[in-house]
């Protein structure tokens, strides 16, 4: 998955004989910049969460490998709004085929 890429990628890098307690914010965000800082910021984010979203479950009561996740002070970098892409009415047919309604569901 997506999340386990992104943090097996982190790892790899930071290096899996460390503890994860040594793990800092300023490690975290020195390594998204390297990494995909030249990406779009859709990519930082994406990265970002999957880490975020591990030292989470790092956290959970059940768990406790960690007291407090390190980079909850890390933020997402802003994305720029874009308008979304809408399918024609003569696409949506053509993908669906002719007996597809376009008003009901």
């Excluded at 790899?12 to 975290?28: C, F, M, N, P, W």
């Excluded at 994406?46 to 591990?54: D, G, P």
């Amino acid at each position: 998955t997506k999340h386990r890429y992104s943090t097996g990628k982190f790892v790899q890098i930071y290096g899996a004989d460390k503890r994860l307690s040594l793990v800092t914010a300023k490690e975290v965000a020195a390594y998204l910049d390297t990494n995909y800082g030249n990406h779009k910021p859709k990519t930082y984010n994406s990265h970002l969460l999957s880490l975020k979203t591990f030292f989470n479950w790092c956290t959970k009561d059940e768990r406790k490998y960690l007291a407090a996740s390190p980079i909850k002070t890390v933020k997402y970098k802003d994305e720029p709004w874009e308008e979304p892409e809408y399918m024609k009415p003569s696409d949506v047919e053509r993908l669906f085929g002719r007996n597809c309604s376009l008003h009901g569901y």
